[in-house]
C-alpha cells in the first residue's frame, strides 16, 4: 500500500518523548497504541514541572512573598493558555478539575442539583463514557428527573432525527454529548446539537475528553454551555483537568466543595463565595499538573491542532485500509472521514484480552474491554473490544506493524 504524506516530521517529535525511546519488555521497540487512554509527555512538560519543583514551588493566592507571587503567577498564565487554547471569552471560565470525570460532576453537583427535578429530563447518548453516565444516574436517584438516551444508528453516528424528536418534548434540560466517542471515533456534530438544545431552552455540555487533544476546539463558536476535558490525555500530567463554563452560568451556579479559597467571608453563622473561578476551586489546587498543562498547550500549539488533526486523520484513514485487509477483523464505528484517531475492533474467534496481550509481547500497547462504555458495547453486541489509538507521535509504520502482527496474533490465537 503506498504510503501517504504527513503534514510534519513525526520523527522529530518522536525524539522530544523519552519514552518512546525505550525498549519494552527489554528487547522490542514500543509501539504505543493507547492514547485514547492517557497520553505520553513531552520533556517540556517533564522538564517545567521538575523545573517548576526545584525553582518555585510554594502555595498559591496566599503568599506575600516573592516565591508564592511567582507560583500564583505561573500557575494563572497556565489558566491563560488554556483560556486562549479552547477561545474562551475569559479566564474566569476556566474552572481547574481533576480531569473530565470531575468536571462533569461537577455540573451534576452544582448546576444540576439546583435546577434538575421531577418532570426534567436530561439527554446523553448511548455512546457516552460512563462519567457521562453515571453521575447523572446518581443525581436522578436523588432529584427524581428522567434520563434518557440519544440513540446510535449503525453506521456508529448519532441519531440526529432521533435527537430531534427527543427535543420536542420540552421537558430537557440539559444535553450532555461526547464530543468524540473514545471507542467508535465518531465526531459528533456539536454546533447544531447546540443550536438545536438552545432552540427549546436546554443546556449543552459536552464531553470534549477526546477532542481537544486532537482538534481545533473553540467553545464560543460550539457555543455549548459547559466544556470538561482532561490534561493527561493531552500531553498533560495526571490530576488535571479543565472545566469550561459561560460566565453567567458559572455565576449563578452554587460552589462544589467548601473550604479554603473558594470563600470570599467566613463568619460562624455563614460564608459567602469568592469570585469566579476560584468558588470552585476549594483548597491548595493541583499546581504543578495546571503548570504541566500550560506547557502541554505550548507544546502543541507550537505543532498547530489544525497539523495535529490532518496527521491524525490521515493515520486513521490508512488504519483503516491496513485493518481492512485483516480477514475476520471488524472495526466499529463509521468511516475515517467522520472519526477521530480511534480504531476498536473484534477478531472472530479471538477474545480482545487475549489479542491484546499478544499484540503486548511484540510491544504493541492497545487497551482491550469495554472502555468504560458498557453500554455501547451491549449495543454493539460484543463483550470487549481492542482499541488501537494514534496520537501525533504515531507512525504509518506503527499501523503497519500493527496490522501484520495482527496476522501473527491471529496464527497464535485461532486454532
Ligand atoms: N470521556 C471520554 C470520552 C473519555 O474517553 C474518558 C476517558 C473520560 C471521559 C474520562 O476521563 P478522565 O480523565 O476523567 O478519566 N477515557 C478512557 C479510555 O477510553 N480509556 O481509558 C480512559
Known amino acids: 500500500m503506498n504510503k501517504p504524506t504527513l503534514p510534519y516530521d513525526v520523527e522529530a517529535i518522536r525524539a522530544d518523548f523519552p519514552i518512546l525511546q525505550q525498549a519494552h519488555h527489554d528487547d522490542v521497540p514500543l509501539v ?5 487512554a492517557s497520553s505520553q509527555k513531552p520533556n517540556l512538560v ?19 512573598y516573592q516565591l508564592s507571587e511567582q507560583a500564583t503567577q505561573l500557575y494563572e498564565d497556565a489558566r491563560k493558555k488554556v483560556r486562549d487554547f479552547i477561545h474562551a471569552s475569559s479566564h474566569r471560565e476556566i474552572i481547574y478539575t481533576r480531569g473530565t470525570t470531575e468536571g462533569i460532576n461537577l455540573v451534576a453537583m452544582t448546576w444540576g442539583r439546583k435546577n434538575l427535578g421531577v418532570g426534567d429530563v ?15 444516574q446518581i443525581l436522578a436517584e436523588e432529584k427524581g428527573f428522567m434520563l434518557k438516551f440519544v440513540p446510535i444508528l449503525d453506521n456508529g453516528t448519532l441519531d440526529m432525527e432521533a435527537y430531534r424528536q427527543l427535543l420536542e418534548d420540552n421537558s430537557v434540560k440539559l444535553v450532555t454529548v461526547v ?20 432552540e427549546q431552552g436546554a443546556l449543552i455540555l459536552i464531553d470534549g475528553a477526546q477532542s481537544v487533544p486532537h482538534m481545533p476546539v473553540n467553545v464560543q463558536d460550539l457555543d455549548c454551555d459547559f466544556f470538561a476535558f482532561s490534561g493527561h490525555k493531552m500531553l498533560g500530567p495526571t490530576g488535571i483537568g479543565i472545566l469550561y463554563g459561560k460566565r453567567d452560568i458559572l455565576d449563578d451556579m452554587p ?3 467548601g473550604g479554603g479559597d473558594m470563600i470570599a467571608r467566613v463568619t460562624l453563622e455563614g460564608s459567602t463565595w469568592n469570585d469566579l473561578p476560584y468558588k470552585f476551586e476549594a483548597g491548595t489546587p493541583s499546581i504543578a499538573p495546571a503548570i504541566g498543562l500550560g506547557l502541554a498547550v505550548d507544546y502543541l500549539s507550537s505543532i498547530g491542532m489544525d497539523k495535529i488533526h490532518q496527521h491524525e486523520q490521515i493515520m486513521t484513514e490508512y488504519a483503516l485500509d491496513r485493518l481492512a485487509e485483516v480477514a475476520g477483523l471488524t472495526v466499529y ?15 472472530n474467534g479471538a477474545h480482545a484480552h487475549d489479542v491484546a496481550q499478544v499484540l503486548d509481547s511484540y510491544g504493541i500497547a492497545v487497551r482491550a474491554g469495554h472502555h468504560c462504555a458498557m453500554p455501547l458495547h451491549q449495543l454493539l453486541n460484543v463483550n470487549a473490544t481492542a482499541r488501537a489509538s494514534f496520537y501525533l507521535y504515531n507512525t504509518l509504520e506503527e499501523i503497519d506493524m500493527l496490522a501484520e502482527t ?8 485461532i486454532f
Open 46 to 64: 517533564i522538564d517545567g514541572m521538575t523545573n517548576y519543583y526545584r525553582t518555585s514551588h510554594a502555595n498559591v493566592h496566599r503568599g506575600i
Open 122 to 136: 436530561v439527554l446523553s447518548t448511548a455512546m457516552a463514557h460512563h462519567s457521562n453516565i453515571v453521575p447523572w
Open 333 to 347: 464505528g463509521p468511516p475515517s472521514t467522520q472519526k477521530g484517531a480511534v480504531a476498536a475492533f473484534t477478531i
Open 255 to 257: 460552589p462544589y466543595m
Open 179 to 198: 464530543h468524540s466517542s473514545n471507542v467508535l471515533g465518531t465526531i459528533n456534530p456539536i454546533k447544531e446539537m447546540a443550536h438545536l438544545a438552545h
Open 32 to 36: 504505543f497504541l493507547d492514547n485514547a
Open 406 to 413: 495482527l496476522e501473527k496474533v491471529k496464527d497464535k490465537l
